[in-house]
Every structure is written in structure tokens, then in C-alpha cells.
């Protein structure tokens, strides 16, 4: 019998929906905000920024510390904090020990607010993106995974269109903050949180950690 949404559903003041599971089999939290935009967001002439802007916001640092001083934090704490991107998701999520939570918490909020999307940082990417450009063509299955999409969906929907060495190179710190700025906002958030916490401790973390996130728009539902 599969659980009911609704028995897990609590709401934050600002009216953010958060679905608590709490647990107390490990001492660990996972938590993950899941924000509606996606890679059907992309501008057509620059396909590959919502994948660019996640892989950056995660390995560029933020404004208060460097990537490699944010991710020396994370090892002390043991803390794992990923930004995804999908075709019409994105998401940020944390995995730590139950001691840890706050300060992660806070390190996350740090980073989806005042991401630094380092220059050093974007290089290495798109060095990185070049190489796999070079590869993508050494086995069959990724041809007919990009053809089959490209003949299915069309080169100008979203799920055809193919990243190249100009668009990637054409991506700027400044496209990858506007993007993040807004996506990932307030008003356009899911939350889930799974583990060892008490829910109306929980409710009050996130209600204080979200105080000062601005609450923008809520992203337009991708094409058919």
C-alpha cells in the first residue's frame, strides 16, 4: 500500500510545500529542494546552460568562500551537496549526519544565494565539455540516443537540440547566474526531507533558512 502524500505534506509559512519523512533508523538527513525549469529553458542558440549552470554552482564556490575552501568544508563535515539539472527539473540536495545538518544547511543556502561561478572553474568545465565533444562519437549508443531524439522530438525542440563547441563557448558567468537567479527561488520549490529529525524542529530550520531567499516566479510548464 503506498504511502499518502498528504500525510507527509506540511507547508512553511511563505506557503512552501516541504514532505517530511522522519526517521530515526541512522543518524543522517537528506534533503532536497526540487525546483520546476529545466533544460526546456534553454535559449535555442545557446543549448547546454542548464546543464553549464548546475555542474558551475556546485564546483564554482560562492561569495564567501572559494570552491576549494567549500569543499574542504564539506569534507570536514561529511557533507555530499549536489546540483542537478534535468530536462525540466533542477534540483539541490544535501546528504549529512544529523550533528551536521545546520551548518550544511547553511552551506547550502550560501551557495543557491551567492553562487561565485569562479572563472578558473568555468575553463576547466569547458575544457572538460570540449573532451567529451571529442568522445561522443566512439560508441553507438550515444549516436542513437542524440539521432533518435533529433528524429522523434525535432532539432529545434528541447530534447533534440545538441550542445556545440560555439554554444558551450558561448555560455557566460553572467547567462549562469541570471539563469540561477531565476530558477532557484522561493516561490518556485518543492522540499523533501527524509531521516533522523523531529518535524516541528525542521519546520522552524527551514522557515528561518528561507527567510531571506526572495520568492520569484514560478517557472512556465515546459512544451508539449
Known amino acids: 500500500t503506498p504511502p499518502k502524500a498528504k500525510d507527509f505534506r506540511r507547508t ?4 512552501t510545500p516541504v514532505y517530511m519523512a522522519p526517521s530515526k533508523e541512522f543518524p543522517l ?4 529542494l526540487t525546483f520546476k525549469g529545466g533544460a526546456y529553458m534553454d535559449p535555442k542558440d545557446i543549448p ?20 576549494a575552501e567549500f569543499d574542504e568544508k564539506l569534507d570536514f563535515l561529511a557533507t555530499n551537496i549536489v546540483i542537478g539539472a534535468r530536462d525540466t527539473t533542477c ?5 549529512c549526519l544529523s550533528a551536521n545538518f545546520d551548518e550544511s544547511l547553511t552551506l547550502l543556502m550560501d551557495m543557491l544565494l551567492r553562487p561565485r561561478f569562479d572563472e578558473g572553474k568555468m575553463k576547466i568545465s569547458v575544457d572538460e565539455s570540449m573532451e567529451g565533444m571529442k568522445q561522443r562519437n566512439d560508441d553507438a549508443d550515444p549516436i542513437l540516443s542524440r539521432e533518435w ?3 522523434l ?16 563557448r558561448a555560455i557566460t558567468r ?8 531565476r530558477v532557484f527561488n522561493a516561490g518556485n520549490v518543492i522540499v523533501s526531507v527524509s531521516g533522523d529529525f523531529e518535524v516541528k524542529d525542521m519546520l522552524a530550520k527551514l522557515e528561518k533558512a528561507f527567510a531571506a ?8 510548464d515546459p512544451p508539449a
Open 153 to 168: 522530438y525535432g532539432e529545434d525542440h528541447f530534447e533534440g537540440r545538441q550542445a556545440t563547441e560555439a554554444s558551450i
Open 48 to 67: 547546454g546552460l542548464t546543464g553549464a549552470m548546475a555542474a558551475m554552482m556546485r564546483s564554482g564556490g560562492t561569495a564567501t568562500m572559494k570552491p
Open 12 to 15: 512553511l509559512p511563505d506557503g
Open 149 to 151: 531524439n533529433m528524429a
Open 91 to 95: 534540483t539541490a540536495s544535501i546528504d
Open 174 to 181: 553572467d547567462d549562469m547566474k541570471a539563469f540561477a537567479a
Open 29 to 32: 538527513v537528506n534533503l532536497t
Open 213 to 220: 531567499w526572495p520568492s520569484g516566479e514560478r517557472m512556465a
